[in-house]
């Protein structure tokens, strides 16, 4: 069975039908959690998904068509960042709907995402042996305590009470 994400240069048409699955189910499962954990409306929640998953497939497929060898997080990136500018025609569109969708949601979504496909790969991870466990354990740790503290001093310093 091909994966669901070909990483292929060329964009076919079974390539983008696997991207809009995986958004279409990516961003249901957000929406139920933003709806569940956060209140937003469902709708809001869908169109606000419904926005990053087009400027995301944009995106990728922009990656993979032109012949410069540019990130498709830097396309995304740039699209967001034009359609949101303000003065632009779709940026309160844009800004009200996208704001309805938490990051948390999104996060969690694609960390369990990222587990998944660790887990397709656990083989390959045990081979790596005990060491690289560790250095794993050891790398999320710091990287939670550090945002934990940076976190910390900016509410600090902007006056949020603790």
Known sequence: MPDLLDESVDVSVEGIFNWILLLTIFSIITVIGNYVGYKHPIYDSLVGMGILSVITLIGVWLERKLPLNISSIIYIS???IFIAFPGVPTSETVL???SKVELLSIVTVFLAYVGIGIGKSWDE??????????VTVLVIASTY???AIVAHIVLVMTGVPM
């Open 125 to 134: 991870f045990k081979a790596l042996g005990w060491k690289a466990i560790i």
């Open 96 to 98: 009200y709907y996208v």
């Open 78 to 80: 740039l699209i967001g």
């Open 145 to 147: 305590l550090g945002s």
